[in-house]
């Protein structure tokens, strides 16, 4: 793959290692690995709109609560010569890991985002990784730039420029369908994460049941 094509996905800076995430909850981490393993790899259905804030969301806290678990995680799964800043991608991989642990479905999407679209401060990060809830926006990658997940409504974001509303819509996430190396580069790392965490928590001993709308019910897991 030609150099610098995914440059928000890949760095190249050394980053530092954080101790192993602690264990939460009931769910056997093998569980959660089989469950991550059998979900989609891409997505690309256009997120629907939610009305309210995030506030409103019963997901919300369980998604703020395990931000320091999903850093810790993608800092010791990255390859190490990446900077967090640039591990977008071990951020939502990390994120959906932990995420199905709470019960709560969230599935990868890459393509690109705007942060503040149509304002002076808009800020456009090309290629990205985020999550996406049926509710909400995630981005567990602004923890290392902001101090903070960021978590928006879906009324929120703007799947297309042509609907952004500036001082409004507060992210453009444009969703790539049809770029098979990107789809490609982000299978080879999931397929690393994965095989990361069962080497640090044992192999998969239970395979999962498909859910409601491709959500993967591990079992024990946690339900909204």
């Given amino acids: 793959m030609p150099p610098g094509q995914h440059r928000h996905l890949a760095g190249n800076a050394a980053g530092q290692p954080c101790r192993r995430p602690p264990r939460r909850g009931r769910t056997p ?30 997901a919300v806290g369980r998604i703020i609560a395990v931000a320091a678990d999903v850093e810790q995680t993608a800092a010791r799964t990255r390859p190490m010569s990446w900077p967090l800043r640039r591990a977008c991608l071990y951020y939502a991989l990390a994120g959906q890991y932990l995420l199905a642990r709470q019960g709560i479905e969230a599935r990868p999407r890459l393509g690109a985002v705007v942060y503040d679209p149509g304002t002076p401060a808009a800020h456009r990060i090309s290629p990205h990784a ?85 959500m993967i019910s591990a079992p024990g897991a946690a339900r909204r």
């Fill in 130 to 214: 985020w999550l996406e809830t049926p509710t909400l926006f995630v981005d567990y990658a602004t923890l290392p730039r902001r101090g903070r997940v960021t978590v928006l409504t879906l009324d929120q974001v703007a799947a297309d420029a042509g609907d952004v509303i500036p001082g409004r819509t507060r992210v453009l996430a444009v969703a790539e369908s049809g770029n098979p190396s990107l789809r490609a580069y982000f299978a080879v790392h999931r397929a690393r994460f994965l095989r990361l965490m069962m080497q640090l928590h044992g192999p998969v001993s239970a395979r999962p049941s498909a859910g409601r709308a491709g």
């Fill in 29 to 58: 981490w093998p569980a959660i690995i089989a469950a991550a393993a059998a979900v989609p790899l891409w997505v690309v259905s256009p997120p629907a709109g939610s009305a309210g804030t995030p506030d409103a969301d019963p």
